[in-house]
């Protein structure tokens, strides 16, 4: 008996102590919001900083997971390839023609194949984005173009980067007339955009994205290694290196 009061007083204790700090916690608040304010803007910032650090440290986790693991494209031989065919760096590159993030890659991409010459090729693939609505048909001009020639067809895919606002401007218009400037045949063109063997490129690019992760865009693969968006140069970098080193 003598046991159960116990208990029971040092609980009621606690609870009136614990009622106590509440109060002076309060009333310590009240009587200074400035500093109240600053200790929680200062925690903030350390649970910012604790975050940031763990979400560094699962990046790196996942990144060397996918130098052990590395994704593998499928690359058909009669792709359009940028650069050497037998470099030992592929880029597998999923954009689309009319994101204004892709044209930051592309920037990124060319400052790649300027920085490692013949040690970097790069595989063009396509991931056209619903709301943008000349995406699908740049990469059905794209590949038409490629059945005629690659060379035409990586000058058809560097003017619509370096002269992106133009799509907003002209539309469909500016296609065409990137596609008279490269030299393509119209006629065949035309008949080709629509031909099994584009869409189904399309497509099954548009199905390896989505299998790879890549939802937005830009998505590239550096030797198998994921990059999701458009990070800068020195990211590649660090990836490349990396592969060339080992």
């Known amino acids: 008996m003598f046991k159960k009061m116990s208990i029971a007083i040092l609980l009621a204790s606690s609870f009136l102590l614990t009622g106590c700090i509440e109060d002076q916690v ?3 608040i009240e009587n200074n919001p400035e500093k109240f304010f600053e200790a929680v803007k200062k925690a903030e910032g350390k649970y910012k900083e604790v975050l940031a650090k763990k979400q560094e440290q699962e990046s790196e986790k996942a990144l060397e997971e996918e130098f052990k693991n590395p994704k593998k494209a499928e690359i058909d031989e009669d792709r359009v390839i940028f650069g050497s065919a037998e470099a030992p760096i592929t880029i597998v590159e999923y954009s689309d023609f009319q994101c204004p993030f892709c044209s930051r890659g592309y920037d990124t991409v060319k400052k790649v194949m300027e920085e490692y010459g013949d040690k970097v090729r790069v595989v063009y693939k396509h991931l056209p984005l619903d709301f943008h609505p000349l995406a699908m048909p740049a990469a059905q001009y ?3 173009i490629a059945l005629q020639s690659h060379e035409k067809a990586e000058k058809f895919h560097d003017i619509m980067f370096e002269q992106q606002d133009r799509m907003k401007s002209e539309g469909e218009d500016f296609l065409k007339a990137a596609a008279k400037e490269v030299g393509a045949d ?4 035309k008949k080709d955009m629509k ?3 584009v869409m189904n490129r399309v ?3 548009m199905e390896e994205a989505q299998k790879f992760g890549f ?3 830009p998505g590239f693969l550096v030797n198998g290694v994921s990059v999701k968006g458009a990070y800068p140069f020195d990211h590649f970098k660090m990836i490349i290196d990396k592969h060339l080193a080992e």
């Open 215 to 217: 939802s937005g865009t």
């Open 26 to 28: 309060f009333k310590a």
């Open 195 to 197: 031909s099994e063997e």
């Open 186 to 189: 119209m006629s065949k063109l």
């Open 203 to 205: 497509k099954s690019d």
């Open 142 to 144: 794209f590949e038409a």
